[in-house]
């Protein structure tokens, strides 16, 4: 007899059940999704990385050329070494856990001008191919290799091994150092730890245009504190040793030189210090300790410094061959210079692509004198091709677009690229435009030639066992954009739901948008299980101008957990299906930190709480990231205090689980055992969940998939499912 098919209802639940296991399967869904796209100065190629499937972990590098997709390398081809065997140099690594990479294979990648010779590593080996044919080569080199990146002619190709930078010729031979470490702790052409990790700056090399020189950062750790990150599930493993500055201590020294490919080297003379500071404070620590962004284009090298307060910021043009400098555009903030991603681009005219306040609260930019208009919420400078300038920006929190300007300032108006309701960003070359765009319908990568559409690059992430239904929500008198999701079963006048409050909520990321992502299904999946998940941004978060980002000035927590709150209110009025008897919060990283704070400070609202990875001890985080909200813990230690959970720990009266991975080098293990051990000394009961091998990112599938379900289920015993 053949058994009766599933009812909907069962097919449901069933798929609900797979959920944990295909999200740590894909991780995060984030595999089969084509990412680091390059077009070629004429648009008629364009690389990128991908997997063959959403369960593939190895990324191979393609072509897109004449509307088709061709495979350039695939690392699982014989004659490839095998990276699962290990080799990789731990300066890769390293750069590959601060950029969230989840795959193995071609990860990264660089070019020639003309995009036709590609470089990349694997396994410490440096390979080649190019794009009008031939097999990828294997190119013999003095050490393992970190990140390659051809010269701009392809004759030369420059990379790091063992702190030192190197150039090899294309065809092999001739390989030389350029500059050696000096010093047991420096190195040249790699970014230090909080340039990568909270800055944005991953590069430590940039290529003249002429292929004869590059500007190099030269790094020195020696003042540094050490952590020494280990795994007590393996004792017998040596720590991994982080040169971590953590807020308040001596930051890594950066300087920059012109390294001429003959050997030469000039020093670029960085400013000492910016002659402003925060002086009602009694901070004089004015030096400009962080070098943001840098490049070098047909007039010159640019570097752009900021001042350890992070109230300055100066881009300064460099001359080449005395190492001077002049400030070409100079910034200040009373609170702190946002950094915008992509400035300062230089134009062929000479002018500069700037961050601008153009009127009211938003950040916008300035284009070579012109300023994006009021209203237009600037996110991100994509590049500037076919004389006009691309960009990404909102005129509404939830949506992110692509929109351009003519870089003559013809234009009257910026002009939007994307049309669809959602998330896209872009990477441009000649008349080409490769259109990334994330909407609640799924994911597109589209190619624009002159505007109409010349094909697409596929997207092969699987598509998440769970339907997300979200409903979109402006809530309490600061419209609090936010999303509510209800179980796909649950119906009007059934029992009142329990509340789970699922936000990031922190400085520099949002939830709240116009996507269909691994977090909205997430969220979804938790509903699911018998939840209204309540997702908000704050203030705090980007998208909603300068006043509103800059909220959390000096303390991290009151106003972020007031907008909770009064979403959380603001939500049940609307819904009269939400139990605000029964409320938790989960959440990671700045969000677990924030779940935790909600049941200490607010356990008449809050009733129970995940907190993973919660950066518990402020003074334990970086210095750029954390000196930003809260400045220098000697100058201001008060800041610090009113945001740290340890002193807190004694008001604890509700169900508390606290998650960290112990391999996590981002956010310390120590967060969580120092606010577990003050926790124990005030007799709170809570509970503990370490993660043995796992980081800030928890990619190990049995770990990321269980970790799910045991979330789930403290959360539905402690508001009594």
């Known amino acids: 007899m053949t058994p009766p098919s599933p009812s909907p209802a069962d097919a449901l639940a069933a798929d609900a059940e797979r959920f944990p296991a295909q999200f740590a399967r894909t991780r995060r869904f984030s595999l089969g999704v084509p990412r680091q796209f390059t077009v070629s100065p004429d648009g008629e190629r364009v690389l990128f990385v991908r997997g063959t499937s959403g369960t593939d972990p190895v990324s191979r590098l393609w072509l897109h050329e004449n509307g088709t997709e061709r495979l350039l390398t695939d690392p699982l081809a014989p004659g490839f070494a095998d990276e699962a065997a290990g080799g990789v140099p731990p300066e890769e690594l390293a750069r590959r856990v601060r950029a969230h990479v989840t795959s193995s294979g071609v990860v990264s990648y660089a070019t020639d001008t003309s995009g036709r010779l590609v470089a990349f590593a694997l396994t410490g080996t440096l390979w080649v191919v190019r794009t009008e044919g031939g097999a990828p080569r294997r190119i013999t080199t003095a050490g393992p290799v970190v990140d390659p990146r051809p010269s701009p002619d392809g004759s030369l190709i420059a990379y790091v091994s063992a702190g030192a930078l190197r150039t090899v010729r294309a065809d092999g031979t001739d390989d030389r150092p350029l500059a050696e470490p000096d010093g047991e702790h420096i190195t040249y052409g790699l970014s230090d730890y909080v340039s990568q990790e909270s800055i944005g700056r991953?590069?430590?090399?940039?290529?003249?245009?002429?292929?004869?020189?590059?500007?190099?950062?030269?790094?020195?750790?020696?003042?540094?504190?050490?952590?020494?990150?280990?795994?007590?599930?393996?004792?017998?493993?040596?720590?991994?040793?982080?040169?971590?500055?953590?807020?308040?201590?001596?930051?890594?020294?950066?300087?920059?030189?012109?390294?001429?490919?003959?050997?030469?080297?000039?020093?670029?003379?960085?400013p000492a210090e910016a002659g402003t500071g925060h002086p009602e404070a009694g901070w004089t620590d004015r030096a400009f300790e962080y070098v943001v962004a840098a490049g070098w284009d047909d007039r010159g090298p640019l570097v752009s410094v900021q001042t350890r307060d992070q109230r300055t910021v100066q881009v300064l043009a460099v001359d080449e061959e005395s190492g001077t400098t002049r400030t070409a555009h100079r910034e200040h903030d009373a609170a702190w210079v946002a950094l915008r991603p992509g400035t300062p681009l230089r134009l062929a005219s000479g002018a500069l692509v700037v961050p601008a306040r153009p009127g009211g609260d938003t950040q916008g930019l300035d284009i070579g004198g012109a300023t994006t208009p009021p209203g237009l919420e600037v996110r991100e400078v994509l590049g500037a091709a076919d004389g006009?300038?691309?960009?990404?920006?909102?005129?509404?929190?939830?949506?992110?677009?692509?929109?351009?300007?003519?870089?003559?300032?013809?234009?009257?108006?910026?002009?939007?690229?994307?049309?669809?309701?959602?998330?896209?960003?872009?990477?441009?070359?000649?008349?080409?435009?490769?259109?990334?765009?994330?909407?609640?319908?799924?994911?597109?990568?589209?190619?624009?030639?002159?505007?109409?559409?010349?094909?697409?690059?596929?997207?092969?992430?699987?598509?998440?066992?769970?339907?997300?239904?979200?409903?979109?929500?402006?809530?309490?008198?600061?419209?609090?954009?936010?999303?509510?999701?209800?179980?796909?079963?649950?119906?009007?006048?059934?029992?009142?739901?329990?509340?789970?409050?699922?936000?990031?909520?922190?400085?520099?990321?949002?939830?709240?948008?116009?996507?269909?992502?691994?977090?909205?299904?997430?969220?979804?999946?938790?509903?699911?299980?018998?939840?209204?998940?309540?997702?908000?941004?704050?203030?705090?978060?980007?998208?909603?101008?300068?006043?509103w980002e800059k909220s959390v000035h000096g303390d991290r927590l009151t106003a972020v957990l007031e907008d909770q709150i009064d979403a959380l209110h603001a939500a049940a009025d609307h819904h009269p299906g939400l139990d605000t008897a029964r409320v938790a919060m989960r959440g990671w990283s700045f969000s677990g930190y924030l779940a935790a704070a909600a049941v200490l400070r607010h356990p008449e609202v809050f009733h129970a709480a995940v907190a993973g990875a919660a950066p518990a001890d402020r003074r334990l985080y970086d210095t750029h990231w954390e000196e930003r909200f809260l400045g220098h813990p000697d100058v201001l230690p008060e800041n610090y205090t009113r945001n740290s959970l340890l002193d807190e720990a004694g008001a604890l009266t509700r169900p508390l689980m606290l998650v960290h991975g112990l391999a996590d080098d981002n956010v310390a293990v120590a967060h969580t055992l120092r606010f577990s051990a003050a926790l124990l000394a005030a007799g709170r009961p809570h509970t503990v969940l370490p993660l043995s091998g796992a980081g800030h990112l928890v990619s190990q599938e049995r770990t990321a998939s269980n970790l799910l379900l045991l979330e789930r289920d403290f959360l539905r015993k402690s508001l009594g499912l």
């Open 202 to 270: 991953s590069r430590g090399y940039w290529w003249s245009p002429r292929s004869d020189a590059l500007l190099v950062a030269r790094v020195d750790t020696a003042g540094v504190r050490r952590r020494y990150i280990t795994d007590p599930a393996d004792p017998e493993r040596p720590p991994h040793v982080v040169a971590y500055p953590a807020a308040g201590t001596p930051n890594a020294k950066v300087s920059m030189q012109v390294v001429r490919v003959t050997g030469e080297r000039t020093g670029v003379r960085l």
């Open 388 to 547: 006009r300038v691309f960009f990404t920006a909102g005129e509404e929190p939830t949506e992110v677009h692509v929109w351009s300007y003519a870089a003559d300032g013809s234009d009257e108006e910026p002009v939007r690229v994307s049309a669809t309701p959602g998330v896209h960003t872009a990477a441009v070359g000649g008349p080409t435009v490769v259109l990334d765009s994330r909407t609640p319908q799924g994911h597109t990568v589209t190619v624009l030639r002159a505007g109409s559409p010349a094909g697409s690059i596929a997207v092969l992430a699987e598509e998440p066992l769970v339907t997300p239904r979200p409903l979109a929500l402006s809530l309490g008198r600061r419209e609090l954009r936010s999303r509510l999701y209800l179980p796909s079963w649950h119906r009007p006048g059934d029992a009142p739901l329990p509340v789970l409050l699922s936000p990031y909520a922190g400085h520099g990321m949002q939830l709240v948008l116009e996507v269909r992502t691994w977090w909205v299904a997430v969220a979804q999946w938790f509903a699911e299980q018998g939840f209204a998940v309540l997702v908000t941004d704050g203030r705090g978060t980007p998208g909603r101008g300068e006043a």
